[in-house]
């Protein structure tokens, strides 16, 4: 493994940004399922952005005369609401929509704080070194191998549920995960021999930090991004399934879920549809991040 | 050896301690017992009455230290509902849920090591394309919905299974599987990754010339090298399971195992209880570490050396 990975580095030329852009799209749009990821990706993330322009009706509005209807599909459903409604009359698209800008909104709120914070902490973690580091690895070490679920769940039960509430507890628990990574690439990127070899050939710190190691640190802390974000979405939508997360009436699809979970026989849609939000959106970003890893990094290029 | 045993044996004490601390504190600083357990329209009078008897008045760290002194004894104190210790009530719906726990690890280790191990001798073939596919599918599932789902195909429309409940082998069917689902989808990525790993390693090459047939090349020579982060994902995910993924699945099939209690507990705020399910479920963690250990040590002969 070492050979390979000596060999395959040395022979990379340096080449334009923006040819490697190119490289990289060529690359990856070769995967029709990676770019359908993508796309469908995106979608959800215009479509969470924009969630006032898109979605049809207003997703708290109830029309008790029209509840529990059908999706267009099925008997009995209408054009109106198209994906249906649920107990109180309100339209499930537009509450999925509305949804998805919660649950994707927690999920970068997130990575914004425990992913910029734990990034910054294991960097210079890394880079210290000495006691610094010694104490911080042996708390994420700790803080990693208690399954974590339990902890947020006691601890939303203990100060509320609630969406501040939850993002917090969410960064908690996803902070260390990104500082041992950024710390781990930060070790191994110092003794690598293509780092060595700049050096050697005379380029300056500057060049080397932004040429030679930031492309490296780059693409493993997006992947690790886009896998976090999933794991995120789906650990509050348990959470406010389980009541301990987003509050009623806001929308969002793990309350979608329990809203309508003792509906179930009689109207399953309203069950069925904001967790086919979630699969979509988990499913979308892990086919993405797999491709991405494949694409981005030299060394698993000619594996696939 | 002894000094890497010595080394785990207090990282364990150190994490079941952390674990209910952090409980503790959470709930004690973060939450009003008193207010917890007295009905709202409780007089002020009486709240305070009630807050000095019990003992809540006191400093925070006065009250933790009487606190960890006893849990020290293994004593977690009474169930504010239940008058019975909180340990006993902690411990008594674990063999449910372990039940459940064990038959789906084993299930998806050998499943998932399995596939993973034919996927990843063929890396790139449509089996193991199909594989891959299967395994993101299994991780992106969730839960909550995963398990409705099932219930509601396979009770409901089919009527193959009971929706819910405890008692014959048909009962555990569903919550088997969708506990089992993630942590499959999970074993069969780390296995194929660790052995596309070991196979492209020199040894490989050594094993293979000496003209040992590819079966016992990959199940003798590049498996065992293989297996430590295979070990690692399958202790990880069985914890995981355990104490996180078992609170849902059992609270949706009615299973009166270690999650529904959990779940009922936090529901009635019944603080001892909690606490104790918490220093349970650090337990639980602490011995798939040490039963990890063992096979790696047994997989591993030069760690004994060590």
């Given at each position: 493994m070492n050979s390979i990975k000596m060999a395959s580095t040395s022979s990379v030329r340096p080449i334009r940004s923006a040819q490697r852009i190119l490289d990289f799209l060529n690359h990856f749009s070769r995967d029709k399922f990676a770019t359908a990821a993508l796309v469908i990706f995106s979608a959800l993330v215009l479509s969470s952005v924009f969630a006032d322009l898109v979605a049809?009706?207003?997703?708290?509005?109830?029309d008790l005369l029209n509840r529990l209807k059908p999706p267009v599909?099925?008997?009995?459903?209408?054009w109106t609401y198209v994906l249906g409604t649920d107990l109180l009359g309100r339209d499930i698209l537009s509450r999925c929509i509305h949804g998805g800008r919660m649950s994707l909104g927690i999920g970068a709120a997130v990575i914004a704080m425990g992913g910029v914070f734990g990034s910054l902490m294991g960097l210079l973690s890394g880079y210290l070194g000495g006691r610094f580091d010694a104490i911080l690895m042996r708390y994420i070490d700790f803080q990693i191998s208690i399954p974590y679920f339990l902890l947020a769940l006691t601890i939303m039960a203990a100060i509320g549920p609630g969406t501040l509430n939850l993002i917090i507890v969410l960064s908690i628990g996803s902070w260390p995960l990104f500082a041992r990574y950024a710390r781990s690439i930060m070790m191994s990127l110092r003794n690598q021999v293509f780092i060595e070899a700049a050096r050697v050939a005379g380029g300056k710190e500057v060049a080397i930090m932004t040429r030679h190691v930031l492309p490296n640190i780059l693409s493993p802390l997006i992947t690790l991004t886009t896998l976090e974000l999933s794991r995120i979405v789906l650990t509050e939508a348990s959470l406010s399934y389980l009541g301990m997360g987003v509050r009623p009436p806001t929308p969002a699809w793990g309350l979608m879920v329990q809203e309508a979970h003792d509906y179930l026989m009689i109207a399953n849609w309203a069950v069925t549809t904001p967790g086919v939000f979630i699969m979509i959106t988990t499913l979308s970003i892990n086919i993405f991040a797999t491709r991405l890893r494949i694409s981005t990094d030299p060394l698993q290029r000619g594996k696939h | 050896m002894y000094k890497l045993a010595m080394h785990r044996l207090g990282h364990s004490a150190l994490l079941i301690f952390g674990v209910v601390t952090v409980v503790f504190f959470t709930n004690f600083l973060l939450g009003d017992p008193v207010r917890v357990m007295?009905?709202?329209?409780?007089p002020p009078e009486a709240v305070e009455e009630f807050r000095r008897q019990m003992g809540f008045d006191r400093p925070i760290l006065v009250q933790y230290w009487e606190f960890i002194t006893r849990a020290a004894l293994?004593?977690?104190?009474?169930?504010w509902w239940q008058k019975s210790p909180s340990l006993e009530i902690a411990l008594r719906p674990f063999p449910a849920t372990l039940q459940l726990g064990i038959v789906a690890i084993a299930l998806a280790s050998l499943l998932g090591i399995g596939i993973g191990l034919f996927a990843g001798a063929r890396p790139g073939s449509t089996w193991d394309k199909l594989a891959t596919s299967l395994s993101i599918l299994g991780v992106s599932l969730p839960l909550i919905w995963f398990t409705l789902m099932m219930a509601l195909v396979f009770?409901?429309?089919?009527?193959?299974?009971?929706t819910a409940g405890y008692g014959t082998a048909g009962h555990m069917v569903l919550p088997v599987v969708t506990l089992a689902a993630l942590p499959l989808g999970r074993t069969v990525q780390i296995t194929r990754a660790s052995i596309i790993d070991e196979l492209a390693k020199p040894y490989i090459t050594t094993a293979r010339s000496k003209g040992l047939s590819e079966r016992t090349v990959i199940l003798r020579h590049a498996l065992r090298n293989a297996l430590p982060p295979i070990v690692t994902e399958i202790g990880w995910e069985s914890a995981l399971l355990l104490t996180g993924y078992s609170i849902i699945v059992e609270s949706v099939f009615g299973w009166p195992g270690f999650g529904f209690s959990l779940y009922h507990a936090i529901l009635t705020r019944d603080m001892p209880v909690i606490i104790a399910m918490a220093f349970v479920a650090a337990l639980v963690v602490v011995l798939i570490n040490i039963i990890v250990d063992i096979i790696y040590v047994i997989a591993d002969p030069t760690i004994r050396k060590t």
């Open positions: 049809p009706h207003d997703p708290l509005k109830q599909w099925v008997e009995g459903g209408s | 007295l009905p709202a329209s409780t293994l004593d977690f104190g009474d169930s009770s409901v429309w089919l009527g193959l299974l009971p």
